[in-house]
Structures are given as structure tokens and as C-alpha cells.
T-cell receptor, first 110, second 113 residues
Framework: QKEVEQDPGPLSVPEGAIVSLNCTYS??????FMWYRQYSRKGPELLMY????GNKEDGRFTAQVDKSSKYISLFIRDSQPSDSATYLC??????????FGSGTKLNVKP | GAGVSQSPSNKVTEKGKDVELRCDPI?????LYWYRQRLGQGLEFLIY????????KSGLPSDRFSAERTGESVSTLTIQRTQQEDSAVYLC???????????FGPGTRLTVL
């Protein structure tokens, strides 16, 4: 079983939709949770970072961590075509090693 | 410099040769990370340095891979006896301690023929 599971998609939504991206994990020691966005042929960029459980909001983006279910989510409100990218989740127990999901490809149609 | 820099930007090598990839982090960033991304695939964590030490090297794919960092600055990732499956973009990132990396370098595209 992989440490981190992420649906590869592709996920296609109309502009303005609420997008939900998810990852599940198996290691209960994970306490650092990250979401990255990667545009085609570009390097990744850190989008959101959450420590332990709870929610974190930044503009149209909300990161949610449910440690009891070993489940993390990234919500994008009022999605835009410019949000079309691959979204990667990542997590770590102690910052010494990171585990990545395989990435979900999102396409927001105008 | 203003950002993380990596060299070379592209490297084509023959199977069996050794290669050395370099990362210059942002000045003052004590944490440095190496990743690999194969074509069309997700990001694969390789190693993390806090200062000059790497607490966990188990992310390196095989014993052909090694990494070092000196002066809490430049880091080199060395791949010995390269194989075709080593072909990938190798990315480096740096950050302040215990803050996840948000600043990636442009990467080194390695092609092993």
C-alpha cells in the first residue's frame, strides 16, 4: 500500500464550480500537510501548508485535514480556467522525509 | 541571487557515466530539498538537508545516488553509473527551517541515453 493515495483524474469542471481535491494516507504519524500546484511544463509551487488537523483558508483556497480519517482535502471556490493545473498533495511526519501523491490533473472549462 | 538556481539546466549523458547536479539555495535558507520528477509523473522526494546534514537518506532511490551540502549553502546530487531510468527532471528547493519549501529552482533535466 502506498503511503499517500491521490486520484490522478483528470477532473474537468466548469468555470465557477467548487473543486474538491483529496488525498488519503496510511501513516498516522504524518502531521505536516502540503498542497502544490504545477502548471504544465513548469515547476511545482507550494499552495497551502497545514500543520496537524483543522482548516486553513487563503483566498479561494481552503485546505482541510482530518487526521482521524487520514484524509486531506483542498477546496477551490469559484474556480477559474487559470486554476487548470496538476495538484499534488504531500505530507511528512517530521520534516525529514516527504511523501507525495501522484497528482490530480484539473481542467476548468471556460 | 534572488532565487534557487540549479546547474546544469540540461544534461545528456551516456548510460554508465557519473553525473553531478548542483543546487544553489536562497541565501540564509537552512533547509534544502531534492526531488525527482519523471516525465508525466508526480514529484518524488529524494532528500532533505537541515544545515549540512541529512537526517534521513532513505528517499534516495539506490546506492548510486548520493548528496552532500557544504557551508549550509550549495548542494550537489551525484548519480553514479547512470541508468536510463534515472532520466528525469531533478528539482531543488530551499526554505527557512521547518517551513515547507515554497521556492523551487528551475530544475536540471537529465537524459541518460
Amino acid at each position: 500500500q502506498k503511503e499517500v493515495e491521490q486520484d490522478p483524474g483528470p477532473l474537468s469542471v466548469p468555470e465557477g464550480a467548487i473543486v474538491s481535491l483529496n488525498c488519503t494516507y496510511s501513516n498516522s504519524a504524518f502531521q505536516y500537510f502540503m498542497w502544490y500546484r504545477q502548471y504544465s511544463r513548469k515547476g511545482p509551487e507550494l499552495l497551502m501548508y497545514t500543520y496537524s488537523s483543522g482548516n486553513k483558508e487563503d483566498g479561494r483556497f481552503t485546505a482541510q485535514v482530518d487526521k482521524s480519517s487520514k484524509y486531506i482535502s483542498l477546496f477551490i471556490r469559484d474556480s477559474q480556467p487559470s486554476d487548470s493545473a496538476t495538484y499534488l498533495c504531500a505530507m511528512s511526519a517530521n520534516f525529514n522525509k516527504f511523501y507525495f501523491g501522484s497528482g490530480t490533473k484539473l481542467n476548468v472549462k471556460p | 541571487g534572488a532565487g534557487v538556481s540549479q546547474s546544469p539546466s540540461n544534461k545528456v549523458t551516456e548510460k554508465g557515466k557519473d553525473v553531478e547536479l548542483r543546487c544553489d539555495p536562497i541565501s540564509g535558507h537552512t533547509a534544502l530539498y531534492w526531488y525527482r520528477q519523471r516525465l508525466g509523473q508526480g514529484l518524488e522526494f529524494l532528500i532533505y538537508f537541515q544545515g549540512n546534514s541529512a537526517p534521513d537518506k532513505s528517499g534516495l532511490p539506490s546506492d548510486r545516488f548520493s548528496a552532500e551540502r557544504t557551508g549550509e549553502s550549495v548542494s550537489t546530487l551525484t548519480i553514479q553509473r547512470t541508468q536510463q531510468e534515472d532520466s528525469a527532471v531533478y528539482l531543488c528547493a530551499s526554505s527557512l527551517a521547518l517551513v515547507p519549501e515554497g521556492l523551487f529552482g528551475p530544475g536540471t533535466r537529465l537524459t541518460v541515453l
